[in-house]
């Protein structure tokens, strides 16, 4: 009989201990299947990476290829030919990372390649575009599109701190548009941003390129980056004054290697404004019939941007990444890489009358 209790003592303690454990492993089992699976999706995913590093990379080249089976047609194109400046300003998306400039011959030879594809109008710029030569090979560029490749359009955007009457005498009359960049009309907001030269007074000077450019018939043209430290300015009666044939006003833009991040010589994040407050700069001056306003997705992908080595600048990617130059590989290669949205272009009004010929200025 005693030997019996032991036994029904330890089947009582046994079946508590199955109770228990029974508990334990119904509260415990979901996170072993919670944890079985993410060892699972860890092993997954190092095999998945394994096998990248094993597959070749292809070239990139047919993400970059959207143009479809039409080839695009570099209807208007930016040629900055020199990253150089003379100016420092702060939200710069160009800066002076080379100091290279071709030779004349070959950037005339690039630029009847581009007329034969189809170029109407040229825009160059820089940089400082009057830095090279103190402007004699800006006006030989000048000269060669409108007197032998007879463009219809010609154009200059420049920040005029070293534009002399000397060379409206001798190359306005090759010149359509000439835009001047300028963000404020407060001295100090200018030397702030960046647009200040010693005893240049930036807003004394734009006064005195637009009675230059009336004088020799050059349409006038104003350019404005809308900042943090513009963007409460009321420009109205200024603009009203100067009276130019469009007021371009840019919302800033930052491009990765340039104004931002890595490598970049400029660090626009400081300047910066958001969509709201663009629009309602927008809204202060909506009275001006000349405003041509462009905030950052309408300016993504919509112009073609050459740079100093003649190769189209892709920005899809919020970076400037080059194709290859059009000496080497002709404009219908390189144009494929360009990233450039001709529906975006011309969406944002990027055609326009463009030549003073068919402006009818009343000089």
């Known amino acids: 009989m005693w030997v019996l ?13 199955r109770k228990t454990l029974s508990s334990l492993w119904g509260s415990l089992a979901p996170l072993f299947l919670w944890l079985r699976a993410a060892f699972w999706l860890a092993a997954t995913d190092r095999a998945q990476r394994q096998q990248d ?3 070749p ?3 990139g080249e047919e993400e970059e290829d959207g143009s479809g089976d ?3 047609t570099p209807t208007s194109v930016n040629y900055h030919f020199t990253r150089q400046c003379n100016y420092k300003c702060g939200f710069c998306f160009h800066t002076a990372k ?10 005339q030879r690039g630029l009847r390649l581009l007329k034969d594809a189809g170029m109407e109008k040229i825009n160059f ?19 060669f599109c409108k007197q032998d490749l007879g463009l219809p359009s010609v154009s200059i955007v420049s920040n005029g701190s070293l534009i002399r009457e000397r060379w409206f005498v001798k190359y306005g009359q090759y010149l359509d548009i000439l835009a001047i960049s300028c963000d404020s009309f407060n001295e100090d907001v200018n030397v702030l941003i960046g647009r200040g030269q010693g005893k240049i007074n930036h807003v004394e000077n734009l006064h005195k390129l637009r009675k230059w450019c009336r004088d020799y018939r050059v349409a006038f043209k104003i350019n404005s980056v809308i900042n943090r430290f513009n963007v409460d300015e009321d420009m109205r009666a200024h603009i009203k004054e100067l009276s130019p044939v469009r007021w371009k006003v840019f919302q800033c833009l930052i491009i990765e290697g340039e104004n931002s991040g890595d490598g970049a010589l400029r660090e626009a994040e400081r300047f910066v404004i958001s969509k709201e407050e663009f629009q309602e700069f927008l809204d202060r001056h909506e009275e001006v019939s000349c405003l041509v306003p462009e905030c950052n997705d309408k300016m993504k992908d919509s112009y073609l941007i050459l740079d100093e080595y003649m190769r189209f600048l892709n920005c899809r990617k919020g970076r400037k990444d080059p194709s290859k130059s059009i000496l080497d590989v002709g404009v219908e290669e390189a144009i494929k890489f360009s990233g450039f949205d001709e529906k975006a272009f011309l969406k944002r009004g990027g055609k326009y009358v463009w030549s003073k010929a068919d402006l009818q200025l009343d000089w």
């Open 5 to 17: 209790v032991p036994q029904a003592l330890a089947g009582k303690l046994l079946g508590a201990f």
């Open 53 to 55: 590093r094993e597959e």
């Open 98 to 107: 080379t100091s290279f400039v071709l030779p004349l011959e070959e950037a």
């Open 125 to 143: 710029s820089g940089g400082e575009p009057f830095l090279q030569d103190r402007g004699e090979y800006l006006g030989k560029l000048v000269r």
């Open 70 to 72: 039409e080839p695009l």
């Open 57 to 59: 990379k292809g070239t």
